[in-house]
């Protein structure tokens, strides 16, 4: 099975730099992946990693260590629009996983003007 | 863009009626799922499907059945709906390559409210 890991809550100023941090112990991993979710709304997908090192995509980063077990989220250039809850979630290695994904709790994000 | 539409936004229901929760997608993607979403329990996958009338349970099946008769439509059923099954349901379909699938894209969710 998989276990991860996040902070429930995190607090932010607009403008600054956060980092949300998801450890996992896995039986299978193959892919990790970050999802947004703003209070209401459906999750969307912001980033992947399947191989170590960072992935940038515009304000938003997402870093991976597989030896680690460990990922962030980088936010940078804070925006209001962006408190929202922050999900990890782990994609089971296997053909038959059939892409299934194991999700963390979810860490929530406030951001304060 | 994909999209994902589920039949019911709010949803209120009695106990011991049966409720047919509708999720339908427009990408022609192989994998749908259904999740359902609570305070501190986060996201839990409830069943999946990876191809018509194909199904596997999920890490919260039980009180839950699932159909899929049509590539595009995947259907959660509650048998006899109880108080405890009062959450935000989530669809999700991906796209499938072999044994590669990518990102989950979701649907707008359903509260449902057992009394």
């Known amino acids: 099975g998989q276990n991860i890991d996040q902070p429930t809550e995190m607090t932010a100023t607009e403008g600054a730099i956060v980092q949300i941090n998801c450890t996992y112990q896995?039986?299978?991993?193959?892919?990790l992946f970050w999802y947004q979710q703003h209070a209401g709304e459906a999750p969307t997908f912001l980033s992947y990693?399947?191989?170590?090192g960072l992935e940038e995509k515009g304000r938003f980063s997402s870093f991976l260590s597989r030896s680690k077990g460990y990922s962030y989220l980088l936010l940078k250039e804070l925006q209001m629009k962006d408190s929202a809850s922050y999900l990890c979630?782990?994609?089971?290695?296997?053909?038959?996983?059939?892409?299934?994904?194991?999700f963390g709790q979810g860490t929530i994000l406030t951001v304060h003007p | 863009d994909v999209k994902v539409t589920q039949s019911s936004r709010y949803l209120v229901k009695r106990t011991g009626e049966k409720v047919f929760l509708e999720c339908v997608q427009d990408?022609?993607?192989?994998?749908m799922f259904w999740y359902r979403q609570d305070p501190g329990l986060g996201l839990r996958l409830i069943y999946f499907?990876?191809?018509?009338?194909?199904?596997e349970k999920g890490d919260i099946p039980e009180g839950y059945s699932v159909s899929r008769e049509k590539k595009e439509r995947f259907s959660l059923i509650l048998e006899s709906a109880s108080t405890n099954q009062t959450s935000m349901y989530l669809c999700?379909?991906?796209?499938?390559?072999?044994?590669?699938?990518?990102?989950?894209?979701f649907g707008p969710g359903t509260r449902l409210t057992v009394t």
């Open positions: 999700a379909s991906s796209f499938r390559k072999g044994s590669l699938s990518y990102e989950q894209y």
């Open positions: 979630a782990v994609r089971d290695a296997g053909g038959t996983s059939y892409g299934k994904l194991t």
């Open positions: 990693n399947v191989l170590d």
């Open positions: 499907s990876y191809d018509v009338k194909m199904k």
């Open positions: 896995t039986s299978g991993f193959n892919g």
């Open positions: 990408m022609d993607h192989e994998n």
